[in-house]
């Protein structure tokens, strides 16, 4: 009489899976058109980032272009043109992840008919760890 083989060890959870289980198509690059001021671009970012930028533009009655103009126009104001001529695309990743650390941090509603703009930006962004946010100018 041939005796089963022995079942396999029972597997230990992934210590990844929350994050490998993520549906494939969320980190698929997708590319979108649009015009800055007249000036045809092109951006590149992660489906997944595309989303939080359409949550973030509905949040303030926006299309994603109005925000990226508006994001675009911001930081050039703010930081100049050369800083925007860096790597758009990963400002604008770091939108999305400061957006979710934020509201993970009770710091924006996560009710989205409250608008960002809305928002008092010292209050939100005081006392954060010195790596989340610049120091303001005395």
Do not use: K
């Not at 299309?63 to 508006?70: D, M, S």
């Amino acid at each position: 009489m041939h005796s089963l083989p022995a079942a396999p060890p029972a597997r230990e959870p992934l210590m990844c899976e929350i994050f490998i289980r993520a549906n494939p198509a969320s980190y698929q690059s997708q590319s979108r058109s649009l015009r800055l001021h007249g000036a045809a671009t092109s951006i590149r970012l992660e489906s997944l980032f595309w989303e939080v930028l359409e949550e973030l533009a509905q949040r303030d009655g926006m299309t994603v272009n109005q925000l990226i103009t508006r994001l675009h126009d911001e930081l050039t104001e703010y930081r100049g043109s050369e800083a925007v001529a860096g790597n758009f695309s990963s400002f604008l990743r770091v939108c999305c992840l400061r957006y979710l650390m934020l509201q993970g941090e009770g710091r924006i509603p996560a009710d989205r008919d409250v608008p960002i703009r809305s928002l008092d930006p010292r209050a939100v962004l005081d006392n954060l760890p010195e790596s989340w946010v610049e120091p303001r100018p005395h």
